[in-house]
């Protein structure tokens, strides 16, 4: 990742209660509000509500379930060798300063900020197709030296594709400021936007399109799209392609990316249940017919809990899904979504940690004897391999990356190794990991010998993860209002999909909502005349049923 943040900028030239009422100014009744998930979207969500609800002088309580024991959904830290001081980021490992919601809330809550891995002098990052290195960036060589090398061998090429990625998130961002936020149609903004035409074709057809160099796009884009969401250019839609790129300011909370979304939802005002999950949504009684606002009641079950789900006592006025509705097991009763989610693929992604006293063997990566190892190997496709999807697409290399994160001391022998990640579509093996160390590595991997011997892994931890949909090219995406009161942030992640796009869509579904409470709409964007005459929301009497009109969907 070192690497195309340099590229990029090269060309460019825990189970708490907190208090769960908002003081109101003048609301005439308390909402409440569940949310369910507490990642990026659930905590962003309930932080977002609290600040709107305020603004608006409304009284909400705001509940959030989460079905694991921890705050921060896919950003996940492992503890090296159990050691507590000694975190490394599982899941959604970096951000970007554009990364409004997270950047500022780090700043807002004096997170401190860090690189992504530590490097020593003689480091370098190599690109790999399985064959050879056809690409390399060494540490510490001044700017120039790459930047010369990428003009020789590519021309214009970095320069023009960092100015469609810098044009591509630019035009993003505009969703965060009205007249385009907030948003019920994630569809009819994209539109607006003019970013339909980066989602209807891959990364592949869009950067031809535009006359980029396609040896520049296999040989240093692709790696980028592999490493950020393993996937080819050819199977990857434009705008996520372009973000892929989009690295460059690239920094992550030190001592892991979850502790943004944990204070976000601390300073939420709500009220948050850690090992609780929702096994269904359905309406209280009587509130589900014609000319009546529907009130939700919700059903609980603790991990692993044998005995049936609990009603709750509770019902609440909205309710938002934040997280993948076809993996959250929830039930919903006949008639509560009226807009279908869609279900779509989702990539297994396969992470590995582990330590080992070995360096990377640079023979196996096609290196000259004599010649130090890559300390970080991205990879893309040889030339001539054909480009496949999901699984199959990781090619002859076998993995998509291979990181040397930093150096670590062993509690057994005190002595400093080296802490490794690798991203892959299928598990490692003992073969592999022998033949990228260089040793053997015994087939249960971690050894038991005294401290006197050398481990070849002395710590290993695998994971996986349903990491983010499969971005295929649409032109069509999941809107968040799914039923009357009832809201989902994740069909944003078929749009884009990152911690910043799921934490967006939270804080616009919290605008939505209170806006929906105070009665208030705010104007389309039918001109340039509505944009600019600073009258962005007015007042009116039947809110629910003109909310409806504006969607299409009169019959509801």
């Known amino acids: 990742m070192r690497l195309l943040l340099r590229l990029a900028a090269l060309a460019a030239g825990v189970g708490a209660t907190k208090d769960a009422t908002i003081i109101a100014r003048g609301a005439a009744g308390v909402k409440n509000v569940a949310i369910i998930g507490a990642g990026a979207a659930g905590s962003s969500a309930a932080y977002h509500l609290q600040k709107f609800a305020e603004q ?5 309580n705001i509940t959030v379930f989460e079905k694991t024991g921890r705050i921060g959904g896919r950003t996940l830290t492992v503890n090296v060798f159990d050691d507590p001081k000694e975190r490394v980021e599982l899941g959604a490992s970096i951000f970007i300063k554009d990364n409004h919601i997270m950047y500022n809330a780090t700043q807002r809550y004096n997170l401190s900020l860090t690189g992504l891995s530590e490097s020593e002098p003689t480091d370098y990052t190599a690109i790999w197709d399985g064959e050879t290195i056809v690409f390399r960036s060494e540490n510490g060589s001044p700017w120039w030296w790459d930047a010369a090398k990428l003009f020789l061998k590519y021309g214009l090429a970095p320069y023009r594709a960092v100015q469609l990625v810098k044009s591509a998130v630019g035009t993003f961002l505009q969703l965060y400021e009205e007249p385009y936020f907030p948003f019920r ?3 009819q903004r994209a539109f607006e936007l003019g970013l339909l035409r980066l989602t209807g074709v891959t990364g592949e057809q869009y950067l031809k399109e535009n006359n980029i160099n396609a040896d520049f796009v296999r040989e240093l884009m692709q790696p980028a799209t592999r490493v950020n969401y393993a996937a080819n250019m050819a199977f ?17 909370v030190s001592g892991g990316n979850f502790q943004i979304f944990e204070k976000l939802l601390q300073n939420s005002g709500a009220r948050y249940h850690l090992n609780t999950t929702v096994t269904g949504i359905s309406f209280q009684k009587g509130t589900n017919k014609p000319g009546c606002l529907p009130k939700y009641v919700l059903s609980t079950q603790s991990p692993n809990s044998k005995s049936k789900a609990v009603i709750l006592q509770s019902t609440f006025d909205n309710v938002i899904i934040a997280s993948p509705w076809q993996y959250s ?6 008639d509560a979504i009226k807009h279908g989610i869609d279900e779509i693929p989702y990539m297994k992604l396969h992470v590995t940690l582990f330590t080992s006293p070995f360096r990377l063997q640079g023979s196996y990566f096609g290196v000259e004897p004599g010649t130090p190892a890559p300390s970080n190997v991205y990879t893309t496709l040889g030339k001539n391999e054909v480009p496949q999807e999901g699984v199959n697409g990781v090619g002859r290399t076998g993995f998509f ?3 040397t994160l930093r150096r670590v001391t062993n509690p057994k022998t005190q002595k400093k190794e080296y802490l490794y990640k690798i991203f892959s579509a299928e598990p490692v093996n003992a073969t592999f990991l022998s033949n990228i160390l260089g040793t053997k590595i015994p087939p249960t991997f971690v050894c038991n010998g005294s401290a006197t011997e050398v481990e070849p892994i002395s710590w290993y931890y695998p994971h996986w993860f349903y990491s983010y949909p499969i971005e295929l090219p649409r032109v069509t995406f999941q809107d968040p209002v799914i039923g009357r009161g009832l809201y989902y942030t994740s069909g944003i992640e078929s749009f884009i999909s990152t911690m910043e796009t799921s934490a967006l869509m939270g804080m616009n579904i919290a605008r939505l ?4 409470f105070a009665g208030v709409k705010r104007n389309s964007r039918n001109s340039k005349a509505n944009a600019n005459d600073g009258n962005h929301k007015i007042s009116r009497e039947d809110f629910w049923d003109s909310m409806y009109a504006d969607l299409g969907a009169d019959e509801l």
């Open 329 to 334: 097991g929830i039930e919903a009763a006949d």
């Open 56 to 60: 608006e002088g409304l009284a909400v």
């Open 401 to 403: 990356s291979i990181s």
């Open 185 to 187: 149609s994630l569809t």
């Open 236 to 252: 990857i839609h434009g705008l996520e392609a372009m973000v892929s790129f989009a690295t460059e300011g690239a920094v992550a």
């Open 513 to 516: 909502i209170a806006d929906d």
